[in-house]
């Protein structure tokens, strides 16, 4: 069954897990938080332009949970509601509240799930294939027949599972994403500078290194730009910063309709903006009580902090 | 025997370390390469101003090492010869060129070393206590009668092992500079802006926490400045990075006698920037070879890098 929450072309489509993740931190654990890399980068793109979610939630999903997809204004007609429970992950943080272990992962209907685009998302202009298995990823990739800006992330375990398959989504997207740890394992090479040629060399335009709590690098043709992280006083749950950093900037550029070297800039500014204020609750909570002002108060905070004011 | 070079009062006094280092890197292994914590902060400050290095040196020091100093037009009247051997300190970098394990340190003069000022140093406004024990740095503290900016680093050793002595320098100082582990180890926080806000409750204006290839950031009243770290392509060694970035940024306020927080940033900056070039090649050797229009081209660089162009 699909939700056809609306209708019409999505200026931005995003793929990714939808979850309910169990989160153990020194402080506190919560069960059955609502996660997954296409919630959190849905939820920070909203800020700027109404995400089409692409996802699969199993028959236990709570609607309470889908109702605070609607209030984020995310488009819910590609997310998929599949005889099953929903994709669970359970992981504890380590007292740095940066390292963390997986406790378990129950696939559930995303086992199965095969993200098919509405109509009206495969026209998006703007894409991005959240940290899902290159195959999905490619998948959605072949239906998007007019995406101009493609950007995925990945993780580690496709690095070390799917390389073949990751390396075709690579060759095909504009942008990659992943942290400098995944970006060593990805190329051999330990310099940060290095690996990021050598990934650009494989296809992308763009490639943005994620260091989490000391920010990003993008590195470009010709050109490399520093991404702040606002420094946090208080970090209560990380998960999901990365996919919030990636959809806050994805919702910038899709809404300023914008692919040029400033506009992607400014947007990564704001994704790690967003990112900043996602880790200060669990889940979505911080995000929920955000408002656009909130985030470019912030933004002009950052700005000054690295004496752009 | 003191070496007597010059006469006259010093802007910039440096108190360290002066070692022959012998490095291994997964590249190559370099032997009794000069180093300590003064050779790569006076070497880098001595692009703003002449520094006066106190320090000790063992009757082998080589007299090439010594004209290598006036070469960078250090003062080296500060600078004891005592009978004995040099202090030698030997490390192995890790692949990731990051980490390292510290094989042997031989203190030899360094074991009875007690700095003394030169009458024309105790006059000196800007001071930097190097990595040096706090017991040492405060006995130089004590002779600094004119001390109007003072700097002290320090590092996990003596935060472990002399933390009431530590304590009192702290209490005494201006700036204190430690890397972001030191800086949770000293306070017993993870998270580095609470670390911060502790450290410079127990007295300093500045806290400057450091984080290698990551930058570094400046906490001050009310302030927060993330200095940025050039992204080098090419790390040789990064032995004395974080003196050397200490050393220039002391350099650049003692020859604009300012201690203002414009001048405190533009600082900052100028340190980041010298100490990416002296990770490129072994000891002070890439130092050796820079002038400060090459410092000046890659701050510039760094700027565009941050979006301050």
Not at 246 to 270: F, H, P, Q, R, S
Request: aromatic share 8%; charged share 20%.
């Amino acid at each position: 069954m699909n939700h056809q929450d609306s209708s019409g072309d999505r200026g931005l489509v995003i793929v990714g897990s939808v979850a309910l993740d169990t989160i153990a931190t020194p402080f506190e654990t919560r069960k059955d938080v609502l996660g997954g890399s296409a919630s959190y980068a849905c939820a920070a793109a909203s800020f700027f332009i109404p995400a089409g979610m692409v996802g699969v939630v199993g028959t236990d999903f709570p609607e309470a949970h889908m109702e605070k997809y609607r209030k984020f204004g995310i488009d819910l007609a590609g997310l998929q509601k599949d005889e099953g429970e929903t994709f669970r992950w359970s992981g504890v943080y380590e007292p740095d509240m940066i390292n963390r272990k997986t406790l378990s992962t129950e696939l559930n209907v995303f086992a199965s799930f095969t993200p098919e685009l509405p109509a009206g998302y495969s026209r998006a202009p703007f894409l991005l294939l959240g940290n899902i298995s290159p195959g999905l990823q490619v998948h959605v990739l072949s239906q998007a027949e007019n995406a101009q800006f493609v950007v995925a992330d990945t993780m580690d375990l496709w690095i070390n599972t799917q390389r073949d398959e990751l390396m075709d989504v690579v060759s095909k997207i504009n942008m990659l994403t992943l942290n400098d740890s995944e970006a060593r394992l990805m190329t051999g090479e330990h310099n940060i500078v290095k690996c990021a040629e050598q990934i650009m060399g494989y296809g992308p335009d763009y490639v943005v290194i994620k260091k989490g709590e000391h920010g990003a690098v993008l590195f470009g043709k010709n050109e490399i730009f520093l991404v702040p992280a606002y420094p946090v006083g208080e970090v209560c749950d990380p998960t999901g910063a990365g996919d919030s950093f990636a959809g806050g900037m994805m919702g910038y550029l899709a809404a300023a309709k914008a692919t040029d070297g400033a506009a992607v800039k400014k947007a990564l500014l704001y994704g790690s903006v967003i990112a900043s204020f996602g880790v200060e609750k669990f889940g979505l909570d911080r995000l929920e009580m955000l408002t656009l002002s909130d985030i470019d108060r912030r933004l002009n905070e950052l700005k000054s902090m690295i004496g752009v004011a």
